[in-house]
Every structure is written in C-alpha cells, then in structure tokens.
C-alpha cells in the first residue's frame, strides 16, 4: 500500500496520451489505430490525434503554429498545423474557451507530442 500512497502525491500530467482500448463480448482486445489526447487543465477535452500523410518538409522553425477551424461549430471544431498533425472529434468537458487560448493549449499539445515521439524513437533506437 506504500507504493500506492507515494504515487497519489505525483502531480496530475497536463496531456496524457494513449490509445483507445476496446474489448468485444468474446473478450478479444483491441484499439483504435488513431492516438487520443486527455488535456487534465481547464478546459478539459479529450480529441483524436490525426498524423497527415503530406507532412511538409522539416523546416528550421520548430515552433508550432497552428490553426482552430469551425470554431463557432463545436461539433465539427479540429485543429491543424502545418507540422503534419491534426486534432480532431474534440469531446469538451468544460465551456469552450475563447478560440486564442484553445489554440495556444493545442499549440503546446503537438509540441509535447513531438516532444515525446522524440522521446520514444530515441528509446527504440537505444535497444
């Protein structure tokens, strides 16, 4: 039980990445192919992580700059970056904010995404 204890007092990620896991009734296991996002702060969302197939060519600027389209359209809101990625299917557990912050959140989403494949491809290459 010390274990569990020591873990509850690490600080909630701001995104936390992952799979979507589903089970049938025979009890097979699967997931989804597409990446999903939990952003933990306000406002709170979960959206799939979309990888575009025409990536541009990598560039010297490694900010990330990207766009919120059909903003006044929850339903069909995505964002997209010319870096190749996209969120989308956005699910808002809190009031959607004003489209500047949801930008600059998602901003910082793709940049700690690239960020952690970074991560990982260097811990693949490493083995």
Same mark, same amino acid.
């Given at each position: 039980? !010390? @274990?569990?204890?020591? =873990?509850?007092?690490?600080?909630? +990620? #701001? $995104?936390?990445?992952?799979?979507?896991?589903?089970? &049938?009734?025979?009890?097979?296991?699967?997931? !989804? @192919?597409?990446?999903? =996002?939990?952003?933990?702060?306000? +406002? #709170? $969302?979960?959206?799939?992580?979309?990888?575009?197939? &025409?990536?541009?060519?990598?560039?010297?600027?490694?900010?990330?700059?990207?766009?919120?389209?059909?903003?006044?359209?929850?339903?069909?809101?995505?964002?997209?970056?010319?870096?190749?990625?996209?969120?989308?299917?956005?699910?808002?557990?809190?009031?959607?904010?004003?489209?500047?912050?949801?930008?600059?959140?998602?901003?910082?989403?793709?940049?700690?995404?690239?960020?952690?494949?970074?991560?990982?491809?260097?811990?693949?290459?490493?083995?």
């Amino acid at each position: 039980m !010390d @274990e569990i204890d020591d =873990l509850s007092d690490l600080p909630m +990620p #701001r $995104f936390i990445w992952g799979f979507a896991v589903i089970a &049938d009734k025979a009890g097979n296991v699967s997931h !989804d @192919e597409f990446e999903y =996002l939990t952003h933990t702060r306000s +406002p #709170r $969302f979960t959206c799939r992580v979309v990888e575009l197939e &025409d990536m541009p060519a990598e560039g010297d600027d490694t900010a990330i700059d990207g766009r919120v389209v059909h903003y006044d359209e929850p339903e069909r809101l995505f964002y997209i970056t010319d870096a190749g990625m996209a969120l989308v299917n956005f699910q808002l557990f809190d009031k959607l904010p004003e489209k500047g912050k949801l930008k600059n959140i998602c901003d910082e989403a793709i940049a700690n995404w690239m960020l952690r494949r970074e991560f990982l491809d260097d811990e693949e290459d490493e083995d």
